[in-house]
C-alpha cells in the first residue's frame, strides 16, 4: 500500500506518452510477437485512445490480473514491474483508464485512454524518437505499425514499407534510424 | 520533407559499408543501452538517439547500437557498455547526450575510454561521500 502511494506521489516518472509506449512495446516484443501495431486516435473532444495490439504468446487470465500490480514481473533481476501501473496511473489521472485483453496463443491488446484537455494531461512526446529507438533495438525479431489519427489527419509509419525499400541494408543503419526518427516526427509535426 | 527517395538514397549510400560489415563478421564494436523502464524514465532514449548521430555523422556503421534490459542498478541509469573487439567492455553511467559526444569521439574513435564517465570512477566517488 505504502508503495502505491509512492507511485502516486512521484512525479509522473514517464514524462510523455511516447516514453511510456517504448516501454510497453518491448513487453509485446518479448512475448516472442512477429508484428505490432501501435495506434493513437484523438475525437473532437479531445478524448485519446492508445491501443498496442501485438501477435505475441499471451496471457492468461489470472497473469493478465497481476500485470497491473507493480510488485509482479516477469523479470528475475528485481521484484517489480513498473511499466504497465505507471501507464495506467497516468490514464486514471486524466480520468481515463486501461485495460488488457489477451489470449494465450494468439496475442495482447492493450487500451489506454486519456483526456487531452485534463490539467495533468501528459504531451504526447517525441513519437519519431520511439519508433527510431524501437527499430534500433529490435530490427529483425518484430516489426511495428504506427498510425495517428486525429480528426480527419492521418499519420501511418509501417516498417515492414521501410524493409522493402531498404532490402539487404538493416534497418538498424544509423542513417536509416535517424531517418526514420525525423520522418515521423515531421508528419506528426504536421498534424499539430 | 521525408520522403521514400531518400531513403532509396540511404540504402545506395550504405550498402558498401553493410557488404564491409559482413567480411568483419565479428570484430565489430557495440554499444549496449540499458532500455528498460528504470533506463527509459531515466533518460535513455536520447542518450541511444545521441549515439546514433555521432556515429552517423562520422560514418562508423561498423558500429553496433542495441539495447538491454534491466541490469539491478537502476539508480546509475542511463547506462551503456562499450565492447571494443578485443578490450574488456567499459561501463558507463550516468549519462546524458553530451556525454555520448566524448565517448563516441575518445573511445571509440580513438580507443581511449572516458574512464571519469565510468562505472568504476562513479563507485570511487560514491565510497568518498
Known amino acids: 500500500m505504502i508503495y502505491l502511494i509512492f507511485l502516486i506521489n512521484t512525479a509522473i516518472i514517464m514524462r510523455d506518452l511516447s516514453l511510456h509506449l517504448l516501454d510497453v512495446v518491448q513487453n509485446s516484443v518479448k512475448a516472442k510477437s512477429t508484428l505490432v501495431t501501435i495506434s493513437i486516435e484523438i475525437d473532437e473532444n479531445g478524448k485519446m485512445k492508445v491501443t498496442v495490439l501485438d501477435d505475441g504468446c499471451g496471457m492468461s487470465k489470472e497473469m493478465v490480473e497481476q500485470v497491473t500490480n507493480p510488485f509482479f514481473t516477469t523479470r528475475t533481476t528485481r521484484e517489480v514491474g513498473l511499466g504497465i501501473p505507471l501507464l495506467m496511473e497516468n490514464a486514471k489521472r486524466t480520468c481515463g483508464d486501461m485495460h488488457i485483453e489477451s489470449t494465450l496463443g494468439e496475442g495482447t491488446k492493450i487500451v489506454a485512454e486519456f483526456d487531452t484537455k485534463h490539467i495533468d494531461a501528459l504531451p504526447l512526446g517525441n513519437m519519431g524518437q520511439t519508433i527510431a529507438t524501437l527499430c534500433a533495438c529490435y530490427p529483425t525479431q518484430c516489426d511495428f505499425i504506427f498510425t495517428y489519427t486525429k480528426e480527419e489527419q492521418n499519420v501511418h509509419f509501417d516498417t515492414r514499407e521501410v524493409k522493402e525499400v531498404l532490402q539487404e ?6 542513417e536509416v534510424l535517424v531517418w526514420i526518427e525525423q520522418s515521423v516526427q515531421e508528419e506528426m509535426k504536421e498534424q499539430l | 520533407m521525408k520522403t521514400l527517395e531518400e531513403l532509396k538514397a540511404i540504402r545506395e549510400k550504405t550498402l558498401e559499408q553493410v557488404r564491409l560489415r559482413k ?32 556515429l552517423k555523422k562520422r560514418g562508423m556503421e561498423n558500429v553496433t547500437v542495441t539495447q538491454t534490459g534491466c541490469v539491478g542498478m537502476c539508480t546509475y541509469e542511463p547506462m551503456a557498455d562499450v565492447y571494443l573487439p578485443g578490450e574488456e567492455k567499459v561501463t558507463y553511467v550516468e549519462l546524458t547526450p553530451e556525454k555520448v559526444n566524448r565517448i563516441v569521439v575518445e573511445h571509440l574513435a580513438n580507443g581511449k575510454p572516458v574512464v571519469e564517465f565510468s562505472i568504476g570512477a562513479r563507485q570511487a566517488k560514491k565510497d568518498e561521500e
Open chain 1, 169 to 174: 541494408v538493416p534497418i538498424n543503419s544509423h
Open chain 2, 23 to 54: 567480411d568483419h563478421d565479428g570484430k565489430h564494436a557495440r554499444i549496449v543501452v540499458g532500455m528498460a523502464t528504470c533506463g527509459i524514465a531515466a533518460g535513455a532514449r536520447p542518450v541511444m538517439m545521441s549515439f546514433l548521430e555521432e
